[in-house]
Nanobody, 123 residues
C-alpha cells in the first residue's frame, strides 16, 4: 500500500508565503507524476499544479508566477512553494500521485490521494 501525507498548511496573511510538502511511502516502484489540487468551500476540486517524472510542470492560470511545484525523487516527496498568496487561494490542498509498482512481473499504476492540508489566506 501507498500513503501520501501532506504538511505545511496554515493561516497566513495576504501577500505571505507557505510551502507545502507531500511525502509518499509504501510500495513504490516509480512516481510517474505528481499534482496539487485544491478545493474551496462550495467549489469543485481544481488542479493547481502538476509535474511529470522529469521536471515538466504545469500551472493553473490563477497561480502562474506565484506558485512553484518541485519534486525530490530520492525522498519521494513533492513540494509546492506558494508566494504572494491571495484570499482566493484559500482551500484544502490535496496531493495526488500516479505511482507504479511491480507485483511479480506485473506492473500496475494507480492514482493515490493525500488527506489534504488546510490553507487559509486572510485579507
Amino acid at each position: 500500500q501507498v500513503q501520501l501525507v501532506e504538511s505545511g498548511g496554515g493561516l497566513v496573511q495576504a501577500g505571505g508565503s507557505l510551502r507545502l510538502s507531500c511525502a509518499a511511502s509504501g510500495t513504490i516502484g516509480s512516481i510517474n507524476a505528481w499534482g496539487w489540487y485544491r478545493q474551496a468551500p462550495g467549489k469543485q476540486r481544481e488542479l493547481v499544479a502538476s509535474i511529470t517524472s522529469g521536471t515538466s510542470a504545469n500551472y493553473a492560470d490563477s497561480v502562474k508566477g506565484r506558485f512553484t511545484i518541485s519534486r525530490d525523487n530520492a525522498k519521494n516527496t513533492m513540494y509546492l512553494q506558494m508566494n504572494s498568496l491571495k484570499p482566493e487561494d484559500t482551500g484544502v490542498y490535496h496531493c495526488n500521485a500516479d505511482i507504479g509498482a511491480y507485483s511479480g512481473i506485473r506492473y500496475t499504476r494507480r492514482q493515490y490521494w493525500g488527506q489534504g492540508t488546510q490553507v487559509t489566506v486572510s485579507s
